[in-house]
């Protein structure tokens, strides 16, 4: 069975930094691509980072571009996403998404395990 289990979100103030964790079992990991994307209330689902199975490729939205770092731990089965100089609008529900076939991908549709997602939320 497979699992993507999201970790480390909480309640900060805008600019301050976040590390989420995202550990995967029930897969081989190092086969799968990761993404992160974050839903907002009232607001689409939307891409937010993605790595390759290696780690070698990163790919990231606009709008977090220079502020937030993806990684990965093969070794671990877990996932990354560094957020730093958080603003309010960051302020989602965070979800990790894995990618059998692919070298990650900003569309949600070819993603194909989900974790449940962590709160994320960006005081002013």
């Known amino acids: 069975q497979v699992q993507l289990v999201e970790s480390g979100g909480g309640l900060v103030q805008a600019g301050d930094s976040l590390r989420l964790s995202c550990a995967a079992s029930g897969v081989t990991f190092s086969r799968y691509a990761m993404g992160w994307f974050r839903q907002a209330p009232r607001k689409e689902r939307e891409f937010v980072a993605a790595?390759?199975?290696?780690?070698?490729?990163?790919y990231y939205a606009d709008s977090v571009k220079g502020r937030f770092t993806i990684s990965r731990d093969n070794a671990k089965n877990t996932v990354y996403l560094q957020m730093n100089s958080l603003k309010p609008e960051d302020t989602a529900v965070y979800y990790c998404?894995?990618?059998?076939?692919?070298?990650?991908?900003?569309?949600?549709?070819?993603?194909?395990?989900w974790g449940q997602g962590t709160q994320v939320t960006v005081s002013s």
């Open positions: 790595i390759n199975w290696g780690g070698g490729s990163t």
């Open positions: 998404a894995a990618e059998r076939r692919g070298s990650g991908s900003p569309l949600a549709a070819r993603y194909d395990y």
